[in-house]
């Protein structure tokens, strides 16, 4: 049963950092790329970030270059999203996705919150 766990949400204010990370099971993690996407309330979900499946190549959304970070550790099939300078744009709920092969494999998100 392939499985994908987020953790990590909160609430935080203004420029304070969270790191989210996602426990992957039930499929080969290796192989995969994987993605964190965000979805704010009324607005569409949106890619934030991406890594290859060995971890050599990252792309951003241009909104948070700079201020997040992903990463992966394969040896534990997890993958992390490290977010600093948060700011109030930034409050959705963050999913990790596993996408290649011609299958898509989605957590259920946690949620960030940032205000003061």
């Known amino acids: 049963q392939v499985q994908l766990v987020e953790s990590g949400g909160g609430l935080v204010q203004p420029g304070g950092s969270l790191r989210l990370s996602c426990a992957a099971s039930?499929?080969?993690?290796?192989?995969?790329?994987m993605k964190w996407y965000r979805q704010a309330p009324g607005k569409e979900r949106e890619m934030v970030a991406s890594?290859?499946?060995?971890?050599?190549?990252?792309t951003y959304l241009d909104s948070v270059k700079d201020r997040f970070f992903i990463s992966r550790d394969n040896a534990k099939n997890m993958v992390y999203l490290q977010m600093d300078s948060l700011k109030p744009e930034d409050m959705a709920v963050y999913s990790c996705?596993?996408?290649?092969?011609?299958?898509?494999?989605w957590g259920q998100g946690t949620q960030v919150t940032v205000s003061s």
């Open positions: 996705s596993a996408q290649g092969w011609g299958r898509e494999y």
């Open positions: 039930g499929f080969t993690f290796t192989m995969y790329p």
């Open positions: 890594i290859g499946a060995v971890g050599a190549s990252r």
